[in-house]
Structures are given as C-alpha cells and as structure tokens.
C-alpha cells in the first residue's frame, strides 16, 4: 500500500521498508539493543546519520518509542454499516463521498452519520460531519484517493515556484453550481479567506491547518500562485486534505447567515434541501467536469444513537452508516442485507505522560507503563480486532512511518522492574479520560488503569472527564494545569509524520506533552528538505 | 368574572417574571459554568493566536452587562442573537423544532389521557376485581420499565421485524398535513426570521382541497409519531392511572356521594358527573405540569427516535457551549412551560373556583 504523501512534492511515497536496519539508522530496539540482564529499550549507539527527509522522520519516531512519552495505545478503525444495495468502499481519511457510491437498486443514496453539521460554510469547521456534507459540493485543488494518494481535483499541476511559493496550474471548463466559471481569482480568494483574517468576513478555524501558507494571488488565467513563510516541504500534502474552492462573487454577495445555510460549489452534487439539524438533500449536478456521479439524489441525515443507526440500515432505511460500535457488529454482519465496511483510519489513540511531571519525567516509569498494558487484549475484547495496536506516534504508510520499530510487548515483570529502577516504586497515578468522544474510550481507559494497576509498585485510577473541559486544560498554553496522565485521540488526515509529531511531541506544539531536544532536532531538519 | 380576568392577568404577569427570570439565570450560568465555547469551535491544534481572533470576532470577549442588555433589547424584537458555533440565527432554529417537541409532548399527553382515565375510572370502580389487578400491574409495569428500553424494544419488534412503523424520524407533520385540507395557505413558511427578526409569509385563497394528499400525508406523520409517543406515554399514563384510582376511590367514600345515592341518582350520573370531575381536578393539574416538562424534556425519546425536537437542540448546543442557542431553547421551553402552566390554572380555577380566593 502507498503512503499517499510525500516530502511535498506530490508524489506517492513508497513503502517504508528501508534496504537494511543499520545504514539508515532505522536499527529497531529488537535488533541488539536489549542484552542479557538489560531491561526496557535503548536506542543503538552505532546509528547512521539520516539522509532524507523520510529517515529523519523515521528516527523521529524511533527516538519517541524509547523515549515512550505516550502509552501507545491503537489506530482507530472507521467502522461503517452498508446496505447490500450500494457498492462503496471505506475510506482511511473518515470522508464519506457520494461520488464513490453506487447505488445497484434505485438511483438514491442516503447515509446517516451520527450527528449533522455545525453550518455549510465549506471553511468555518473542523468537524468531520460537516466535512462529510459540505465536500459533496465543494472540491480542493487536489484531494486524495480512497487509500489517501493525492490526485489533482481542481488543479491540473503543481510545482514549486520559488523558496517560498508554489504554483498551482489551474482546471479548464468548470463551474460552479450557480453557473458561474471557476476563476484564478476564486482560487486566490478561497485561500486567502482560510489563512487571512482580513479576507471574506470569517476567522476561519482551519488556517492552522494550512500552517505555513501566508497568501494567494492569481498568476495568469490558469494560475494561482502561494505565498508561504519559507520553505514548506507538506504544503502539497495540506492542499491534497484542506482548502475547499469557493466562488468569490458568491460569498461577497451573501452574509454569513446565508452561507452556513446554502452551498454553491464545483462538486458533483448541488444542495436541493437543507434542514438544519435534519439532513441535507442534494441532486446530481449535470455540469461537472468529471463524468455524472452514479447516483442521482443524495441524502444525509443524523442519528446521534447507534442503535437507531443500525436499526435504520436493518431495515433500509438508510445506505451507509457511521461508527458501529462493537456490541452491534455481529448484527449487522449476520443481516441479509447489510454488511461492515471497516478502514483503518487517520486517528491515533494514545495515552499521553507529561515529560515533567513525576513519575513521568522518568523514562524507564514510562516505558514500563508501555509494558505493564496488553494492548492485543484490548483491541480483541474491548474493539473486537478492528483496531491496530502502535508503536509509535506515526501510522503505518505515513510518510516517516518507521516499519522496524515495533510495539512494546505485554511483559509486567519488565514493568515490574522499571518502576524500581525509576525509583518511583509506589507511585499512585490518575488517567484523565474524556467520555464518549472516541470508540471504548472510557473502556480502554479502565483497561489501561486496570493493567498498571494490577503492577504490585504501582496503582492507578481512572477519572472521567467532560471533553471540552478536559481540553481546555490542555490547550490554554500552559502544560501545568493540564493533568499529567491522559487518553486523547489525533487525527492527521496529511499522512505525513509532521503533522502528529509537530503539534503533540515537539517543545512549542499546540497539544505537546513531551519537549526533547533530539526529537526537536530531528523534525526541524526534516521540514527543510523536501527529501 | 371580573375576579377570574384579574385571576388570569395575575398569572400572566407572574409568568413574564419568570421568563424574565429564566433569561437571567441562564445567563449567568454561562460565566460559572466550566468549558468555553471556543474549545468547540477552534480545532485542538488552534494557535492561541487563532483562538483569540475567533473569541473576539464572536464577541465572546464582551463584558456580561454589554451582552445582556444586546440580548434582552433583541429578544423584544424577536432576535435571539447567532448561533456561536454555526453563526445562523438562533430563533429560526429554535422554532423549526417547536412543531415536532409539540406534537410529541401532545401526542403522549393524549395517549396518556385516552388510556388511562378509563383505566383508572374501571380500577376504582372494580376494586379488588381482576380489571383492578390488571391496571395496577399495568401501571406498575409502565412506571418501573425504563423508556430508553421500551423505545428500543419497539423499534426493534414492531420496526424493524415486522416493519409496520418506521424505525425513527419525523415524515410531515401536523401542519403539513392539515395544511392539504386548508383553501388558505401561506406561500413559504408561516413565520421566517431574516436578519433576526421575524417576517409572516404570505397567505393566498387556493382550490380545490386536496384530500388524498391529507389521507397519505396523515398516514406518514401518524405512523412516524405513533412509537415515540407509545414510548414517552408509558410512564404518564401508569402515573395517571394510579392517580384517577386513587382520587376515584377517595372521592366515592365521600359523604356527598352517600347523600347523591341516598336521593336515587343514577349510580353512573353519580360516577361521571360528580366524582369524576371532582377526581379530574388534581389530574388536570398533574396533566398539565407534565405536559409543560414534556416541552423540553423528552431528550431520550428523540434520541431513540431520532426525532427532530427541542430536548435533543437543547442537549447538542450544551455539549457544545453554543450559549445563544442554550438562551434560546431555554427561553422558549421557559416560555412554554410558564403558558401551559397558566393555561392549567385558568382550566383548574374553572373548575374549582375556590384558587382564586
């Protein structure tokens, strides 16, 4: 399978199985690194010097599973309910597209999510339910395929222009669904209201998403050059994920009320009906540049409980829908006219230490967490096999994703024994989790208390957390008034390392935890090269 | 008369203060109340940078008394401010659900009373008789069994195995489908807000009726409402059931009941003319009350049901620290549950004159 990003040039990136472990400085900490009467894992002391921006990721990550500044918990699976009716196929980035459902009886879809949009302006979100309605309509100038490979959408070509810019060569013959042609301007438009404040009316939420990109202009009629603040070896790969194209006239004319409430994009759907809180109802838009979308008329709505989510698919009610939980996979599958459709998504459960806070400011306390849980225990029991147990912050067939290194294997006399050696044997700790925000969150967080606990030097509860407070806590810039010991999830729809590493494990990252110099290091020189 | 106009103005006015009052609270609840609703509308990895542009182009850096004056001058023009986290108006919104928590609370309030006034008349009146046990365990059944399980149970027979009712949803409604029989309609939607503020659609004269179209469209709606309110009527009407025995029996070992027999008055003149009226006085009251709670308060039932009501818009914009969407429903679940309450003490003073002393 491809990893789907690269150093920002646009192409695929092959698999990460680097030619041998030595050379490349992959060397894993299974390949002599643990000698006889040794405990936990070190890092080789004969690794090679990385040379591309690929190994300096992988040693990112190979440097994060020693240091263990996370317990490393799963990759969530996306885990749908189709009806036998429709031929569709589950995508890794958690985007459901109308265009890639083909309806075998009738020519009318309709999925149910589990909850409907926060207003359909196609720039003023971050929630993938709303991603999920407005991306029927509205298209990037690249975007990906099911397997997260960037394709081009509204750009024909891109290529880098200069140290600090990048040209996109713009599509021929395409229009809005108001009738109006997709200009250079729109494209310039489109980006600037994302990453100016200035521009469009809106503080968009997304312009981080786009971190690094400063501006936009038209270059001749085909073209739309961008402005970023320096050299930005992911920009690519953020287009290929963010930034839908709006038709500028459009937007001006009409005031924020208007725009939440009505879609006008390029997409292969135009918006027929939209009941807020209800569903949206779109048709098939008859002037897209690409071939006609196999149905004709489109539905989504919301059922905030999985039962009824499930009984709607049982009885046809309903073609696709989201998040089946455990307990009701088996009733879906024995259904005549049902079945899962389940993905490995971008999301990445993981179980956060403060990197100064005591016990974990040691590394042998946090490694022995890491072996105190049985994560293949909890992925059979509490998520029934659809998850992948990690090992490291990056996901298999990310660009950075360092295949030798594996996860750390259930051993609790190995925990045992890094807690002496930490000398904080005794330690009593709490693990904040947030409830019902990700799949068995509250159950994977009992399961992991429930494993330390079991250590006979360490003991551990769970506290249950409302999620908006919990991240609150997290992300008013200081690291102190945060718990030290917490479950959160992170999705990175950029399949690039970067983007998980950045923002969580790097001293100045929004949401870090952890601050090391080598990783610092390391990331800093893989975001100037392009590879 | 003169004294039950100042009765009901009375009561009205009380009911303004409380309104009043309900504002109020709610909005001062939002500055002790945990969570800030920028967490919800900015992205985890938001730069402090991002989340303050976003703080101040929603005005949520704004002193209290700035706010509250803005909100209470627009609530007299009919503007409940933007929603904070899809910046569309709030009242709109709010009133879009208005018809479907209605016809919900409505429908199991009906339910309730068609079921159990007989059932509770036919229990007091065959005490200790099988229909008696037979009501009180029907009761007891409906009061201890836990209507998320009821609703589930029923979708999962009567929906989904059998297939006679749909398994959630709201198809039409009341309006819609009464509004096949109307020669008058309103073109659009009777009230709309623009900028805020509402405008009345317009009404035309149209022929002919269109009945078949009532016919299905009544069907829909009737089949779509039918579980849901089966499910949020179970425990009201075992309540009620229990509450008509128990006021039947009290009333029928009054001494008035004695001398009305003793006079040779028809046993079922006695029953349905005195005692029951006499017995209905405290339902109506109980009747009342619980209607008014339904109005907000029926979160599970939309849930199983996924129907499109107030209880489920309130739950959403909490979890999301939406604060003019919580004002809003707040305001108008206030509102109703202050007129139906009003409207339960204007019928109660009919009945029994005496409250107004």
């Given at each position: 399978m491809?990893?789907?990003?690269?150093?920002?040039?646009?192409?695929?990136?092959?698999?990460?199985?680097?030619?041998?472990?030595?050379?490349?400085?992959?060397?894993?900490?299974?390949?002599?690194?643990?000698?006889?009467?040794?405990?936990?894992?070190e890092?080789?002391s004969?690794?090679?010097?990385?040379g591309?921006?690929?190994?300096?990721?992988?040693?990112?990550?190979?440097?994060?599973?020693?240091?263990?500044?996370?317990?490393?918990?799963?990759?969530?699976?996306?885990?749908y309910?189709?009806?036998?009716?429709?031929?569709?196929?589950?995508?890794?980035?958690?985007?459901?597209?109308?265009?890639?459902?083909?309806p075998?009886?009738?020519?009318?879809?309709?999925?149910?999510?589990?909850?409907?949009?926060?207003?359909?302006?196609?720039h003023?979100?971050r929630?993938?339910?709303?991603?999920?309605?407005?991306?029927?309509?509205?298209?990037?100038?690249?975007?990906?395929?099911?397997?997260?490979?960037?394709?081009?959408?509204?750009?024909?070509?891109y290529?880098?222009?200069?140290?600090?810019?990048?040209?996109?060569?713009?599509?021929?013959?395409?229009?809005f669904?108001?009738?109006?042609?997709?200009?250079?301007?729109?494209?310039?438009?489109?980006?600037?209201?994302?990453?100016?404040?200035?521009?469009?009316?809106?503080?968009?939420?997304?312009?981080?998403?786009?971190?690094?990109?400063?501006?936009?202009?038209?270059?001749?009629?085909?073209?739309?050059?961008?402005?970023?603040d320096?050299?930005?070896?992911?920009?690519?790969?953020?287009?290929?994920?963010?930034?839908?194209?709006?038709?500028?006239?459009?937007?001006?004319?009409?005031?924020?009320?208007?725009?939440?409430?009505?879609?006008?994009?390029?997409?292969?759907?135009?918006?027929?009906?939209?009941?807020?809180?209800?569903?949206?109802?779109?048709?098939?838009?008859?002037?897209?540049?690409?071939?006609?979308?196999?149905?004709?008329?489109?539905?989504?709505q919301?059922?905030?409980?999985?039962?009824?989510?499930?009984?709607?698919?049982?009885?046809?009610?309903?073609?696709?829908?989201?998040?089946?939980?455990?307990?009701?996979?088996?009733?879906?599958?024995?259904?005549?006219?049902?079945?899962?459709?389940?993905?490995?998504?971008?999301?990445?459960?993981?179980?956060?230490?403060?990197?100064?806070?005591?016990?974990?400011?040691?590394?042998?306390?946090?490694?022995?967490?890491?072996?105190?849980?049985?994560?293949?225990?909890?992925?059979?029991?509490?998520?029934?096999?659809?998850?992948?147990?990690?090992?490291?912050?990056t996901?298999?067939?990310?660009?950075?994703?360092?295949?030798?290194?594996?996860?750390?294997?259930?051993?609790?006399?190995?925990?045992?024994?890094?807690?002496?050696?930490?000398?904080?044997s005794?330690?009593?700790?709490?693990?904040?989790?947030?409830?019902?925000?990700?799949?068995?969150?509250?159950?994977?967080?009992?399961?992991?208390?429930?494993?330390?606990?079991?250590?006979?030097?360490?003991?551990?509860?769970?506290?249950?957390?409302?999620?908006?407070?919990?991240?609150?806590?997290?992300?008013?810039?200081?690291i102190?008034?945060?718990?030290?010991?917490?479950?959160?999830?992170?999705?990175?729809?950029?399949?690039?390392?970067?983007?998980?590493?950045i923002?969580l494990?790097?001293?100045?990252?929004?949401?870090?935890?952890?601050?090391?110099?080598?990783?610092?290091?390391?990331?800093?020189?893989?975001?100037?090269r392009?590879? | 008369?003169?004294?039950?106009?100042?009765?009901?103005?009375k009561?009205?006015?009380?009911?303004?203060?409380?309104?009043?009052?309900?504002?109020?609270?709610v909005?001062?609840?939002?500055?002790?109340?945990?969570?800030?609703?920028?967490?919800?509308?900015?992205?985890?990895?938001?730069?402090?940078?991002?989340?303050?542009?976003?703080?101040?182009?929603?005005?949520?850096?704004d002193?209290l008394?700035?706010?509250?004056?803005?909100?209470?001058?627009?609530?007299?023009?009919?503007?409940?401010?933007?929603?904070?986290?899809s910046?569309?108006?709030?009242?709109?919104?709010?009133?879009?659900?208005?018809?479907?928590?209605?016809?919900?609370a409505?429908?199991?309030?009906?339910?309730?009373?068609?079921?159990?006034?007989?059932?509770?008349?036919?229990?007091?009146?065959?005490?200790?008789?099988?229909?008696?046990?037979?009501?009180?365990?029907?009761?007891?059944l409906?009061i201890?069994?836990?209507?998320?399980?009821?609703?589930?149970?029923?979708?999962?027979?009567?929906?989904?195995?059998?297939?006679?009712?749909?398994?959630?949803?709201?198809?039409?409604g009341?309006?819609?489908?009464?509004?096949?029989?109307?020669?008058?309609k309103?073109?659009?939607?009777?009230?709309?807000?623009?900028?805020?503020?509402?405008?009345?659609?317009?009404?035309?004269?149209?022929?002919?009726?269109?009945?078949?179209?009532?016919?299905?469209?009544?069907?829909?709606?009737?089949?779509?409402?039918?579980l849901?309110?089966?499910?949020?009527?179970?425990?009201?009407?075992?309540?009620?059931?229990?509450?008509?025995?128990?006021?039947?029996?009290?009333?029928l070992?009054?001494?008035?009941?004695?001398?009305?027999?003793?006079?040779?008055?028809?046993?079922?003149?006695?029953?349905?003319?005195?005692?029951?009226?006499?017995?209905?006085?405290?339902?109506?009251?109980?009747?009342?009350?619980?209607?008014?709670?339904l109005?907000?308060?029926?979160?599970?039932t939309?849930?199983?049901?996924?129907?499109?009501?107030?209880?489920?818009?309130?739950?959403?914009?909490?979890?999301?620290?939406?604060?003019?969407?919580?004002?809003?429903c707040?305001?108008?679940?206030?509102?109703?549950?202050?007129?139906?309450?009003?409207?339960v003490?204007?019928?109660?003073?009919?009945?029994?004159?005496?409250?107004?002393?």
């Amino acid at each position: 399978m491809l990893a789907g990003c690269a150093g920002g040039d646009g192409t695929p990136t092959p698999t990460s199985t680097p030619g041998d472990g030595d050379d490349d400085g992959t060397a894993t900490p299974s390949d002599g690194t643990e000698t006889p009467g040794d405990i936990g894992r070190e890092l080789p002391s004969d690794l090679a010097e990385p040379g591309t921006r690929d190994e300096y990721l992988q040693r990112a990550n190979l440097v994060l599973n020693v240091e263990a500044p996370w317990i490393f918990l799963n990759r969530q699976y996306s885990v749908y309910g189709k009806s036998t009716r429709v031929n569709w196929t589950a995508r890794a980035d958690e985007t459901i597209k109308g265009y890639a459902i083909e309806p075998t009886d009738g020519n009318a879809v309709t999925i149910t999510q589990s909850q409907m949009d926060s207003g359909l302006d196609p720039h003023d979100h971050r929630e993938t339910p709303t991603q999920n309605i407005v991306t029927q309509t509205y298209e990037g100038l690249l975007g990906r395929d099911a397997d997260g490979r960037i394709v081009n959408e509204l750009a024909t070509g891109y290529e880098r222009s200069g140290d600090a810019e990048v040209t996109f060569e713009l599509r021929s013959g395409v229009s809005f669904h108001s009738g109006d042609s997709f200009t250079a301007e729109d494209a310039a438009y489109s980006i600037n209201r994302i990453v100016q404040s200035d521009v469009g009316g809106l503080e968009s939420p997304q312009s981080d998403q786009l971190a690094g990109v400063t501006g936009a202009e038209a270059g001749s009629d085909s073209t739309v050059v961008v402005s970023t603040d320096g050299f930005n070896p992911t920009v690519f790969a953020l287009f290929a994920s963010y930034c839908d194209i709006v038709n500028q006239s459009w937007m001006e004319s009409n005031d924020a009320a208007y725009i939440n409430s009505h879609m006008n994009g390029t997409g292969p759907f135009q918006l027929e009906t939209y009941e807020q809180d209800v569903q949206v109802v779109y048709s098939s838009y008859g002037d897209y540049w690409r071939d006609a979308a196999p149905a004709d008329e489109l539905t989504i709505q919301a059922a905030g409980e999985a039962s009824t989510r499930v009984n709607q698919l049982l009885s046809d009610e309903t073609d696709i829908i989201v998040n089946v939980p455990p307990q009701s996979i088996s009733q879906v599958q024995g259904a005549d006219n049902a079945e899962i459709a389940a993905t490995a998504s971008t999301r990445v459960i993981y179980n956060a230490m403060v990197y100064n806070a005591e016990p974990f400011d040691s590394v042998e306390f946090r490694q022995a967490m890491n072996y105190a849980v049985d994560m293949e225990s909890i992925v059979e029991n509490i998520l029934s096999g659809f998850a992948d147990v990690t090992s490291q912050p990056t996901l298999e067939n990310f660009t950075g994703y360092n295949s030798d290194v594996d996860p750390y294997p259930y051993d609790p006399d190995q925990a045992e024994a890094l807690v002496e050696a930490s000398g904080y044997s005794g330690a009593e700790i709490t693990l904040h989790t947030p409830v019902g925000r990700y799949l068995q969150d509250v159950e994977i967080a009992q399961a992991v208390a429930g494993y330390i606990d079991e250590l006979p030097n360490v003991s551990a509860e769970v506290q249950q957390r409302d999620f908006g407070n919990l991240a609150g806590e997290l992300l008013d810039g200081d690291i102190t008034t945060g718990p030290d010991f917490y479950l959160i999830g992170w999705g990175n729809t950029t399949f690039d390392a970067s983007q998980t590493i950045i923002p969580l494990l790097t001293t100045d990252g929004a949401l870090t935890s952890y601050s090391n110099e080598q990783v610092d290091e390391l990331i800093n020189t893989a975001q100037s090269r392009i590879e | 008369m003169a004294s039950y106009s100042r009765f009901l103005t009375k009561r009205v006015l009380q009911g303004l203060l409380v309104v009043w009052g309900v504002i109020t609270v709610v909005f001062l609840l939002r500055y002790i109340t945990p969570g800030n609703p920028i967490d919800f509308i900015a992205p985890l990895d938001a730069s402090q940078a991002t989340r303050q542009r976003i703080i101040e182009a929603r005005g949520l850096d704004d002193p209290l008394y700035v706010q509250y004056v803005d909100y209470i001058v627009g609530l007299f023009r009919g503007d409940m401010g933007f929603s904070y986290r899809s910046r569309t108006p709030v009242a709109p919104r709010v009133f879009a659900k208005l018809p479907a928590t209605l016809e919900l609370a409505v429908a199991a309030t009906v339910v309730a009373v068609i079921i159990s006034i007989p059932l509770g008349v036919v229990s007091a009146t065959r005490r200790n008789q099988p229909a008696d046990y037979g009501a009180t365990l029907f009761s007891l059944l409906g009061i201890s069994t836990p209507n998320f399980w009821l609703g589930v149970m029923l979708v999962i027979l009567l929906a989904v195995q059998f297939q006679f009712f749909p398994t959630s949803g709201r198809t039409g409604g009341f309006l819609e489908t009464i509004g096949n029989l109307l020669v008058l309609k309103v073109n659009g939607p009777l009230v709309s807000f623009t900028g805020g503020s509402p405008s009345f659609g317009q009404f035309v004269f149209e022929l002919p009726m269109e009945f078949s179209a009532f016919l299905a469209d009544g069907r829909d709606w009737f089949l779509s409402l039918f579980l849901p309110a089966i499910t949020l009527g179970t425990y009201f009407t075992a309540l009620i059931t229990r509450l008509t025995r128990s006021g039947m029996l009290e009333q029928l070992g009054q001494s008035y009941v004695r001398a009305a027999r003793a006079k040779g008055l028809p046993e079922t003149l006695v029953r349905y003319r005195h005692v029951l009226r006499n017995t209905l006085i405290p339902v109506v009251t109980v009747v009342g009350l619980q209607l008014g709670t339904l109005i907000g308060g029926a979160v599970i039932t939309e849930a199983v049901f996924d129907w499109p009501g107030l209880g489920t818009l309130v739950i959403d914009s909490i979890n999301n620290r939406d604060w003019p969407l919580i004002q809003g429903c707040l305001v108008v679940i206030g509102a109703g549950f202050v007129i139906v309450n009003i409207v339960v003490d204007a019928v109660y003073a009919k009945l029994n004159p005496q409250v107004m002393d």
